[in-house]
T-cell receptor, first 114, second 113 residues
Framework: KAGVTQTPRYLIKTRGQQVTLSCSPI?????VSWYQQTPGQGLQFLFE???????NKGNFPGRFSGRQFSNSRSEMNVSTLELGDSALYLC?????????????FGPGTRLTVL | KNQVEQSPQSLIILEGKNCTLQ??????????LRWYKQDTGRGPVSLTI?????NTKSNGRYTATLDADTKQSSLHITASQLSDSASYIC????????????FGKGNQVVVIP
């Protein structure tokens, strides 16, 4: 069974631009969660989608948004990029939800904002 | 205040030696606890996931323990190898119906020859 895939793997943007990241979960998984990881803060929860509905949301500004499609693939969008948005963005999929059973993480997208 | 605290923040161990990482949590009510291994620049990989009724779980040279009464968990690495150099992250799920997770900041382990 194929693992979680994320595209692109690396991205360089400038302040003020917007970016869209993509995540394809493991086949059959209906939950996709997104996380931001920086060296000082560790993993920070952005949001979780389940069957195209946002189930949970972390404490990030409205510039961070996401959606999930009927095939469970998910996208995350960050508008008006700031230097502090530079981070590794990880998505993880699970069968029933991030709290209920094991999550499988993708390799991440490394975003650098100049 | 972070609901999951890990210690030590970082440690260096000699190849072949054992080490133990600690995770204390305040998450309540408790659902399950996971340990992940994350190599630099890569996504975390699950090592173990334990529920309330499980107090020990092994995955090769990795053994996790859980004491739900004291809200403590440990991850023991036996006969360390250079490939064990990574960050080990403790994650606790709450059984409060909100499906939320609390993440520790990780234990950074460096294994030297």
């Amino acid at each position: 069974k194929a693992g979680v895939t994320q595209t692109p793997r690396y991205l360089i943007k400038t302040r003020g631009q917007q970016v869209t990241l993509s995540c394809s979960p493991i086949s059959g998984h209906r939950s996709v969660s997104w996380y931001q990881q920086t060296p000082g803060q560790g993993l920070q929860f952005l949001f979780e989608y389940f069957s195209e509905t946002q189930r949970n949301k972390g404490n990030f500004p409205g510039r961070f948004s996401g959606r999930q499609f009927s095939n469970s693939r998910s996208e995350m969008n960050v508008s008006t990029l700031e230097l502090g948005d530079s981070a590794l963005y990880l998505c993880a999929s699970s069968a029933r939800g991030q709290g209920y059973n094991e999550q499988f993480f993708g390799p991440g997208t490394r975003l650098t904002v100049l | 205040k972070n609901q999951v605290e890990q210690s030590p923040q970082s440690l260096i161990i000699l190849e072949g030696k054992n080490c133990t990482l600690q995770c204390n949590y305040t998450v309540s009510p408790f659902s399950n606890l996971r340990w992940y291994k994350q190599d630099t620049g890569r996504g975390p990989v699950s090592l173990t996931i334990m529920t309330f009724s499980e107090n020990t779980k092994s995955n090769g040279r990795y053994t996790a323990t859980l004491d739900a009464d004291t809200k403590q968990s440990s991850l023991h690495i036996t006969a360390s190898q250079l490939s064990d150099s990574a960050s080990y992250i403790c994650v606790v799920a709450a059984a409060d119906g909100n499906n939320r997770l609390a993440f520790g900041k990780g234990n950074q382990v460096v294994v030297i020859p």
